[in-house]
Nanobody, 128 residues
Framework: AQQLVESGGGSVQAGESLRLSCVVSGFTIDNRCMAWFRQTAGKEREGVATVQTSSHRTYYADYVEGRFTISQDDAKNTLYLEISSLKLEDDATYYC?????????????????????WGQGTQVAVSA
């Protein structure tokens, strides 16, 4: 079965950096849309970064402000999200997900409903 396992979250102070990992099994991450979403209780799940794993084309939400980097290690079948200068508003559960590029645009989306495979999430708790 397809499985995505996130790790790397934890309790950090604002201004610090963090690297999240998503180990994928059951399928290879090539020719996929891989994405990181985050969610806080009471809020909708929001897409923060996507990568088309063949072209390496990336997308970031505006609020990332250059602080997030999505990357991949094909040999390890693993997706990463590097977050620098953590802010209080980054406090959330971060989810890794996998899908396919749009057959029309060949691009990845930030619509959660378009991604069929999800990890269980890793929590990032940011304190002042």
């Amino acid at each position: 079965a397809q499985q995505l396992v996130e790790s790397g979250g934890g309790s950090v102070q604002a201004g610090e950096s963090l690297r999240l990992s998503c180990v994928v099994s059951g399928f290879t991450i090539d020719n996929r849309c891989m994405a990181w979403f985050r969610q806080t209780a009471g809020k909708e799940r929001e897409g923060v970064a996507t990568v088309q794993t063949s072209s390496h084309r990336t997308y970031y939400a505006d609020y990332v402000e250059g602080r997030f980097t999505i990357s991949q290690d094909d040999a390890k079948n693993t997706l990463y999200l590097e977050i620098s200068s953590l802010k209080l508003e980054d406090d959330a559960t971060y989810y890794c997900t996998a899908g396919r590029p749009s057959p029309v645009t060949r691009a990845c989306t930030t619509l959660a409903d378009t991604y069929p495979y999800w990890g269980q999430g890793t929590q990032v708790a940011v304190s002042a």
